[in-house]
């Protein structure tokens, strides 16, 4: 990663990474033209930065676009509407499709050893209002939002601190702006470039007529009456929402703004005229003009993508849809693509460590133990029956497209052996078993684990019913409690569970220069251990300290790695996590690159025949450049 972002410094990289002179910019977009005529807007070679990011389609196999057309899409609930934030995948720094990181709002941008990180603009760029982005953006986020007491009671986000210290804000000029800590922070650019980006930047111009420093008492009040809010504070949080998009007047820097105020069952997103990419030939992106958001119930997505409502689908659709969807493909002119997924396993199972039950709490730490319910599931069977044979058998891990992948985090414990796991459990001294076959714990009870599900899918049901009958073999039976997803929470993290269902890690194709931090216990939101990630969350207020090795281990290594600067260092310290999961078994994964089926209209180009749908790295669509999409007809 060094290396990659010292390159960013040479003087011509603004060329080499993708910029071009605005002597190179073709023509005006053509739903533009009138706006320009008649003044409403300025030409579109006064509404680009004088360096715009240029997106080189040939190489990655694209066509230079036409302009024009709605985007039809589907969502669940209004709050998905913040999903455009995410395809849109407009980042000061972002990965591209090889999962680098580059500049994109930004023109530039120099590393000193994860320590000093300096970040330059691109003249003239601006917001979608016309007002220029400039460091004043910057100014007003870290001087008047995040060390405002009012607004950040508890000081600027953790992404932002090192050992509990925030960073030296430099403005250089009206285009340079730098970040310094005493220590590594590794997580920064990482966090700038996320689903759900670390905003460091909001308009000024428009946001300083909702904040107390700018305003007359008079003229707060008057405003805080209006907004229909209890304070200052709490308006100028209404009205700041970049990821959430519920404030239309609310300028952006994504290539589409929302034009309709919630609460509506159909959102237009009309495109940013000032959007600061182009094409190749120098063509303004996006090439199509309104993305159009209709909400519907979660349980008619897949039926309405069938039906032909919409041009680009994948939230909501599951594997489980694919042969229905394929049955729509020729009616509805449309193609259902399958897309590989990026989980450390599509359904995993979390012991759970932290249970408030001595008795559980005992097993489920015994590494015996977790190994022998691992090798008593029937992978293959799972594959076969449920994925057709689609699928990885695995444990939950790193996948192969990850540079860190080795063969044995994916198979170690993950055999299909019930005379080794039958093994394990007699060596434990679980060898007594009731009438009805059922081993018993050393209370006397019959082994009967209760898994908590959130009961939000059948493909999770249909797992648990083949590993339920894998492990009756073993002497244990398996119960599922479905519950709402914030009951089931709340359950898990009061430890009043024995075993939770989820997905497995969220980003199963890291690199050594991602945070390692879901190998340790680090947040609360850790099924396996929520109160050992609370402990850590909290700085010690609340949850309970590790107290097993291999973990104190972990922890210790996740520390290691925040604060290295080496990246040989930072590759041995992921090795030797993912060597301990795969032989502590925290987790039990079953398979992973399971499908994710992505419906594309036939006349939409430039959508990857195959691709990588993730939320961390990637943000599903984002790293595809969803602007870069265009209607043949």
Not at 236 to 254: F, G, I, V
């Amino acid at each position: 990663m060094k290396n990659l972002l010292r390159a960013l410094t040479i003087p011509a990289a603004g060329l080499l990474l993708g910029s071009l002179p605005l002597a190179a910019i073709a023509g005006e977009v053509p739903s533009l033209v009138a706006d320009v005529e008649a003044g409403k807007l300025p030409a579109v070679n006064e509404r680009l930065p004088e360096m715009p990011r240029v997106i080189n389609l040939s190489d990655t196999g694209r066509k230079i676009g036409r302009y024009g057309g709605d985007l039809d899409m589907l969502m669940g609930k209004t709050r998905d509407i913040r999903q455009m934030v995410i395809y849109g995948y407009s980042r000061l720094v972002g990965y591209n499709q090889n999962l680098e990181l580059v500049p994109d709002v930004l023109q530039r941008f120099e590393v000193e050893d994860s320590k000093i990180f300096t970040f330059h603009l691109r003249p003239g760029h601006k917001w979608s209002d016309g007002h220029p982005f400039t460091t004043e953006d910057f100014r007003y986020f870290w001087e008047d939002v995040a060390n405002n007491e009012d607004l950040s009671p508890f000081g600027p986000s953790t992404s932002l601190l090192v050992d509990d210290q925030p960073p030296k804000v430099e403005i250089i000029d009206e285009y340079t702006i730098r970040y310094s800590w005493s220590n590594p922070n590794p997580f920064f650019l990482t966090a700038l470039a996320g689903a759900r980006p670390l905003f460091i930047y909001e308009p000024a111009h428009y946001m300083k007529q909702f904040h107390a420093n700018y305003l007359t008492e008079e003229q707060l009040k008057t405003k805080v009456r209006k907004a229909g809010t209890r304070n200052w504070a709490g308006m100028h949080a209404r009205m700041s929402r970049m990821y959430k998009l519920t404030n239309p007047d609310l300028p952006t820097l994504q290539p589409w703004y929302n034009t309709v105020f919630p609460p509506s069952d159909r959102y237009v997103f009309v495109r940013n005229p000032f959007f600061h990419r182009v094409d190749e030939q120098g063509n303004q992106l996006p090439y199509i003009d309104r993305a159009i958001v209709t909400i519907v119930s979660v349980s008619l997505v897949a039926a309405k993508t069938g039906a032909g409502d919409v041009d680009l689908q994948a939230r909501y659709l599951t594997f489980e849809d694919y042969t229905f969807l394929k049955e729509g493909e020729q009616r509805n002119d449309y193609t259902v693509r399958l897309w590989r997924t990026a989980k450390g396993s599509q359904i995993a199972l979390a012991p759970n460590l932290n249970s408030n039950d001595e008795v559980w709490r005992s097993m489920l730490q015994d590494v015996r133990f977790r190994r022998a319910l691992s090798l008593a599931i029937n992978r293959q069977e799972i594959n076969q029956v449920i994925y057709f044979g689609l699928v990885s058998e695995s444990n939950n891990t790193v996948l192969p497209d990850s540079p860190l992948f080795r063969p044995e985090y994916q198979t170690n414990w993950a055999q299909f052996d019930l005379e080794q796991a039958n093994a394990l459990l007699d060596e434990m001294g679980l060898s007594k078993r009731n009438s009805k076959g059922l081993r018993l714990l050393p209370n006397g009870k019959p082994m009967e684990i209760i898994v908590q599900s959130s009961g939000e899918s059948t493909e999770e049901t249909d797992v648990l019913e083949l590993i339920t009958g894998s492990w009756r073999k073993l002497g244990i039976a398996l119960f599922t409690r479905p519950s709402q997803r914030e009951v089931f929470r709340n359950r898990i993290f009061a430890g009043d569970s024995v075993m939770a269902v989820w997905s497995g890690l969220y980003n199963g194709i890291p690199t050594a220069d991602m945070s390692p931090a879901e190998l340790a216990p680090t947040t609360q939101q850790q099924l396996h251990w929520s109160k050992w990630g609370k402990f850590y969350e909290s700085g010690g207020q609340s949850g309970e300290p590790p107290d097993l090795e291999p973990v104190v281990r972990l922890s210790k290594l996740n520390d290691n790695w925040v604060h290295t600067e080496s990246p040989e260092e930072r590759k041995k310290i992921w090795h030797e996590m993912l060597g301990i999961h795969a032989d502590q078994v925290f987790t039990i994964g079953t398979v992973n690159g399971v499908p994710q089926p992505v419906v594309v209209n036939n006349k939409l180009r430039n959508v990857p025949e195959q691709g990588l749908y993730n939320w961390e790295p990637g943000s599903y669509f984002g790293i595809y450049q969803p602007d870069t999409f265009w209607f043949d007809d």
